[in-house]
């Protein structure tokens, strides 16, 4: 979350170390102990993933930076391997009843928190069941218990889901990164009345994972230490340390400098910088999330009351389409991303391209400032004296504020090609920088018009698909719910109930092409781009931090914090040093299922750089 990290914002952003080094220090990397160069390859360095940590509460954040800490030292039920497979991780096996409505997983046997409690099936339920029934524990995974009717632990290695549906989706709403991380109840139970304020900061946090989190301080670093009782094989480092910079810029000189092993989110110009440079190796990622700009069509609760400041005019479907068609996608592709990106259309990444869909002619906004021109003009939008057209209805101009995330340049470069072609159609856009910790408090209220924003996706699409639902929307009171741009469709959702259901991989792939067609003619989320993922690392002080094989272009897939960080090597070490090679230790059967929907595994989530919150 590197990517998802996670969890919303988009790709990263060039200079010297003394123009921006870590957040909270003022001379270079003091503010994280035990990071230097050389501590003997016993520490893993890299940065915080993405625009950083937003929360360590796990039923709260979205940031990539966060779904990554929570990888590491939360556990999930399974874990998804390169090409699409299922293995084991607290659960060695699981079964399906005939009706496809029950689900019993078998809980390994001898596990304990970092406290030296017991891990039981127990602490599975509980966690599952406070998301269904607490809608504060819900908010950030609430979409993925949705379908769930009830929960049990029948005995400490018995966890039993039963569902309202057969849902095909079943093996990834617990894994790593993109799903449900799993706590200790006997922590969390007395926190739930306090939930939306417990911020789960006393240390070392009480987990289980590859790691146990020992020291966090915000906007500077998190501190780890490794497991070396891990049940799928011990890190192979003894340490690992996540810094916090400024930009990407700081964290490309830190690394070039020694200081840091791995940066993902780079942009093209550090990419092309860093490629070739001795002992280090950058590399591409096959791109896992949407590039774009979100239109605030009409901010809502669930009940319908509409809230927040949005512009009237972006609910007419024609503005929006005639925005759609102002923008040059090819050209961003090429000036912003030196053409290391796909041009946007569909809403699921090319890292899925079982669910690749694409419009047809008759159905495609291309870029067409005259059409988007007659569009308007036909809708009665007439320019004044000033060249700003006017709604007919409010008598509003369609002068929109565009929201930008201040720690992204990608944002800053995009936004002015936006200004400048929508300014060819009568529409003014006053492009308002602001952090993503605003940003995001503002679109939860609705206050905005329009914002630029990505979001990646796991091997499994359903949370990414789920926050464009009806039941993403913030409840009565304006609060909980996931949407990114209060969109709301009852045909949209009754697909995303049947894909969830759909067992057979062409049947659902048929479903999600037609969601996403809906998504594209509403233009609420205009895809720009789809980002290649950019990072590179110390080749000459780590090795095994990439995982799988590039294909024709050369480009890896999609990379996992999760294993990455698993396998990251001392490159001098030996290939015995540090544990096994992560192979499921003592699992009674051998039990390797291909994922439903098949993919790969990637980070969910908005984010910023090479994610998005």
Known sequence: ??????????????????????????????????????????????????????????????????????????????????????????????????????????????????????????????????????????????????????????????????????????L?????????????????????????????????????????????????????DANKDFLLGAPRYDHMIQQAFKNTDAAVAALRSGQLDYVSGLNPTQYQALKGQSGITAYEQVGNRWNGIEVNGGARTRDGKKIGTGHPALGDAKVREALARAIDRATIVKKVRNGLAQVGAGYLPPSLPQYAWHPSDPEKFDYDPAKANSVLDQAGYKTGSDGIRVDPKSRRKLEFRLGIHSDDDADAKVSTYLSGWFKQIGVKVDI??????????????????????????????????????????????????????????????????????AFDVKERAGLLRQMQAILYKANENIMIYNANGLAAYRSDRVSGIVIGKGDSTGAFPAQVSFDQYLHATPAKASSSSGGNSGTVIGVSVAVVVALAAGGLFLARRRSSSDDRE
């Open 172 to 224: 990834s709403v617990s894994i790593p990164v993109s799903g449900i991380p799993i706590v200790p109840k006997h922590i969390w139970q007395s926190h739930v009345k306090d939930l939306k304020n417990y911020k789960n900061d006393s240390f070392p946090i009480v987990g289980y994972g590859p790691w146990t989190m020992t020291d966090y301080k915000p906007e500077q670093y998190a501190k780890f």
């Open 1 to 170: 979350m590197t990517s998802s990290t996670p969890l919303r914002r988009t790709g990263r952003k060039a200079a010297a170390l003394a123009a921006s080094l870590l957040l909270g220090t003022v001379g270079g990397l003091v503010a994280a102990p035990a990071a230097s160069a050389d501590d003997g390859g016993t520490t893993l360095r890299m940065p915080i993933t993405g625009i950083g940590i937003d929360s360590l509460n796990p039923f709260l954040a979205y940031f990539a930076g966060s779904l990554d800490v929570f990888s590491g030292i939360y556990p999930a039920l399974d874990t998804v391997q390169q090409g699409g497979t299922v293995k084991p991780y607290l659960a060695d096996s699981w079964t399906t009843s005939s009706d496809k409505l029950t689900w019993t997983f078998k809980i390994h046997k001898g596990l304990k928190w970092s406290d030296g409690k017991p891990i039981t099936a127990e602490d599975a339920a509980w966690t599952f069941n406070l998301i269904m029934k607490n809608s504060t524990a819900a908010t950030a995974n609430g979409s993925l218990v949705g379908n769930f009717a009830s929960v049990s632990a029948p005995d400490d290695h018995t966890l039993v889901v039963r569902t309202k549906k057969p849902q095909a989706t079943m």
């Open 432 to 501: 308002e920088s602001m952090s993503s910790a605003k940003l995001n408090a503002d679109l939860a209220k609705g206050d905005w018009d329009i914002l630029m924003d990505s979001w990646s996706t796991g091997p499994d699409p359903t949370y990414l698909l789920g926050i464009q639902t009806c039941s993403a929307l913030p409840d009565g009171k304006g609060e909980g719910g996931s949407t990114d741009s209060f969109f709301c469709d009852r045909n949209y959702d009754d697909l995303f109930l049947r894909q969830q259901s």
